[in-house]
C-alpha cells in the first residue's frame, strides 16, 4: 500500500483543521459592486468553483479596510457593517459545497493605487515617497491617521469573525501600506512608527492585539509577509529584517505566515515582482523558498505557507519538507479543480503558463484566464469556418 502524500495529508493552523495542505493565495477578484465592494453573484460563483475544487485553504482576494485604503475598481469591502450580509453569502457558499476552510485578506493599499483611480483619492502612506513605478506621491500619515487605521483594521478583523470566517489574513506584503510601515524603504518616519524595526512593526503589533481582543482568542489571525521588497535602491526590507518580525509575530500569538516578496517597484529591478513569469521548468518554481526556509528556521513549529511560482505536482511535494501548507493562486484562476486533478492523478502539471495576463487584462469582467479565453475563442471561430 502506497503511503498517502503529504499534499493530501491534514495540517494544522491554530486550532483548525485543514483537510490538506492546499492554500489558495489571495488574489484581486475585480467582481465586487462599485463602489462599497459588495458581495455579488459572480463572485460567489467563483469561490463556490474554488470549494469544488477541495482546496484545504481559500484566501479570499484582499477587502479594504477603509475608504481611502482601495486599490482597484471592484475591490472586496469589509469597512462597514452593511457589508456583512454579503460576506456572509461569501462563507456559505464555500460551506455548502465542501469542507474547505475560508480565510479573508484584510488590507490599505497605501501609496500602490490604480493611477486612474488615485486622482480623486486620499492617497497615505508611512512617508511622503513618490512611487517610481506609478509616480503616485502619498501624503504621509498624522498619528490620527495611524489611530484610525488600526481602528479600521481592527474592526475589520471583528466583521471578519461575524461573518462567520474561519481566520483572517493581515496583508503585510507586495507594497501595500501594512508593508510599507515594516519597511525602511518606504517607511522613513522619525516618530514612533518609524526608525527601529520595533518601531515600524507597531503599527502591527496593535492591529493584532486589538483583533484578539474584539474576537474569541482561538480566531486565527495569520499575516502574509513580504521576505524583501527586492527594489534597486537601499534601505529595504531584507530577509534579515523578516526573520525579526517573524519571531516578533510568534509573540503576538499570530497563527501562521505566508512567505512572499516584492512590491510594484519590483518590477524596474526585473523578474522580481510576487507575480514572476517564464515558470517555465522545476528550477523556476517555488521561487520564494529560500525565504520561506529561512522564516521556518526561525519559527519552528509555527505553519509556514509558501507562495510563488508552484507549479507541479512533484514541486509542491518536495518543498513541503521545508514547509507546512503550498500556496497557488494563477493556476486556480484557470483550474480551480487542479487539487483533485493532481489527487486522481489527471495531470501532474498546472496547465497555467505564468503570463500574468489575468492580472493586466481584467477590462472591467473581472478575474479570468486571458490565455485560455484567446484559446476557446479561436477554437470557436475555427469550428465556425470549418462548418461553413
Known amino acids: 500500500m502506497s503511503l498517502k502524500l503529504r499534499m493530501f495529508q491534514s495540517g494544522k493552523i491554530g486550532k483548525?483543521?485543514?483537510?490538506?495542505?492546499?492554500?489558495?493565495?489571495?488574489?484581486?477578484?475585480?467582481?465586487?459592486?462599485?463602489?462599497?465592494?459588495?458581495?455579488?453573484?459572480?463572485?460567489?460563483?467563483?469561490?463556490?468553483?474554488?470549494?469544488?475544487?477541495?482546496?484545504?485553504?481559500?484566501?479570499?482576494?484582499?477587502?479594504?479596510?477603509?475608504?481611502?485604503?482601495?486599490?482597484?475598481y471592484n475591490q472586496i469591502g469589509i469597512h462597514k457593517d452593511e457589508l456583512l450580509p454579503g460576506l456572509r453569502k461569501l462563507v456559505k457558499v464555500v460551506k455548502d459545497r465542501s469542507d474547505s476552510r475560508i480565510f479573508i485578506?484584510?488590507?490599505?493599499?497605501?501609496?500602490?493605487?490604480?493611477?486612474?483611480?488615485?486622482?480623486?483619492?486620499?492617497?497615505?502612506?508611512?512617508?511622503?515617497?513618490?512611487?517610481?513605478?506609478?509616480?503616485?506621491?502619498?501624503?504621509?500619515?498624522?498619528?490620527?491617521?495611524?489611530?484610525?487605521?488600526?481602528?479600521?483594521?481592527?474592526?475589520?478583523?471583528?466583521?471578519?469573525?461575524?461573518?462567520?470566517f474561519?481566520?483572517?489574513?493581515?496583508?503585510?506584503?507586495?507594497?501595500?501600506?501594512?508593508?510599507?510601515?515594516?519597511?525602511?524603504?518606504?517607511?522613513?518616519?522619525?516618530?514612533?512608527?518609524?526608525?527601529?524595526?520595533?518601531?515600524?512593526?507597531?503599527?502591527?503589533?496593535?492591529?493584532?492585539?486589538?483583533?484578539?481582543?474584539?474576537?474569541?482568542?482561538?480566531?486565527?489571525v495569520t499575516v502574509k509577509l513580504n521576505a524583501a521588497d527586492f527594489v534597486k535602491d537601499e534601505p529595504q526590507l531584507t530577509i534579515t529584517d523578516s526573520k525579526i518580525i517573524a519571531r516578533m509575530l510568534i509573540k503576538e500569538g499570530i497563527a501562521a505566515i505566508e512567505v512572499s516578496g516584492g512590491?510594484?517597484?519590483?518590477?524596474?529591478?526585473?523578474?522580481?515582482?510576487?507575480?514572476?513569469?517564464?515558470?517555465?521548468?522545476?528550477e523556476n518554481e517555488a521561487y520564494f523558498l529560500p525565504e520561506a526556509k529561512v522564516i521556518k528556521r526561525e519559527v519552528k513549529n509555527l505553519p509556514i505557507i509558501l507562495v510563488g511560482g508552484i507549479r507541479s505536482k512533484a514541486v509542491a511535494e518536495e518543498v513541503l519538507e521545508f514547509v507546512d501548507f503550498v500556496a497557488l493562486s494563477r493556476p486556480f484562476i484557470q483550474e480551480p479543480d487542479l487539487v483533485k486533478k493532481w489527487q486522481q492523478s489527471i495531470s501532474t502539471r498546472a496547465e497555467c503558463?505564468?503570463?500574468?495576463?489575468?492580472?493586466?487584462?481584467q477590462g472591467g469582467k473581472g478575474l479570468r484566464c486571458?490565455?485560455?479565453?484567446?484559446?476557446?475563442?479561436?477554437?470557436?471561430?475555427?469550428?465556425?469556418?470549418?462548418?461553413?
Not at 515594516?182 to 512608527?193: A, C, F, G, L, V
Not at 510594484?264 to 522545476?282: D, F
Not at 486571458?370 to 461553413?388: F, G, L, V
Open 263 to 282: 512590491t510594484y517597484e519590483s518590477t524596474l529591478l526585473g523578474n522580481y515582482t510576487p507575480s514572476r513569469t517564464k515558470i517555465k521548468s522545476k
Open 370 to 388: 486571458i490565455y485560455m479565453e484567446k484559446i476557446q475563442k479561436r477554437k470557436k471561430r475555427k469550428q465556425q469556418i470549418n462548418a461553413k
Open 353 to 361: 503558463i505564468s503570463c500574468n495576463r489575468c492580472l493586466f487584462e
Open 166 to 220: 474561519d481566520g483572517v489574513q493581515l496583508h503585510l506584503a507586495h507594497g501595500y501600506l501594512l508593508s510599507e510601515f515594516i519597511s525602511p524603504h518606504y517607511n522613513q518616519r522619525t516618530d514612533e512608527y518609524g526608525g527601529s524595526i520595533e518601531n515600524r512593526f507597531r503599527i502591527i503589533q496593535e492591529i493584532i492585539r486589538g483583533i484578539y481582543d474584539e474576537t474569541d482568542k482561538q480566531f486565527p
Open 16 to 72: 483548525l483543521t485543514i483537510k490538506n495542505r492546499f492554500v489558495r493565495s489571495a488574489t484581486y477578484e475585480g467582481l465586487a459592486k462599485e463602489p462599497n465592494g459588495e458581495v455579488t453573484d459572480k463572485l460567489l460563483k467563483l469561490y463556490q468553483k474554488l470549494a469544488e475544487g477541495e482546496i484545504g485553504l481559500i484566501t479570499t482576494g484582499f477587502s479594504f479596510v477603509q475608504e481611502n485604503g482601495k486599490a482597484f
Open 105 to 164: 485578506q484584510i488590507a490599505h493599499a497605501g501609496r500602490q493605487v490604480f493611477p486612474d483611480f488615485a486622482k480623486s483619492r486620499d492617497i497615505v502612506a508611512p512617508s511622503s515617497l513618490t512611487d517610481k513605478l506609478t509616480n503616485i506621491t502619498p501624503r504621509e500619515m498624522t498619528r490620527d491617521d495611524i489611530t484610525t487605521c488600526i481602528r479600521n483594521f481592527i474592526a475589520a478583523g471583528r466583521r471578519a469573525y461575524e461573518a462567520e
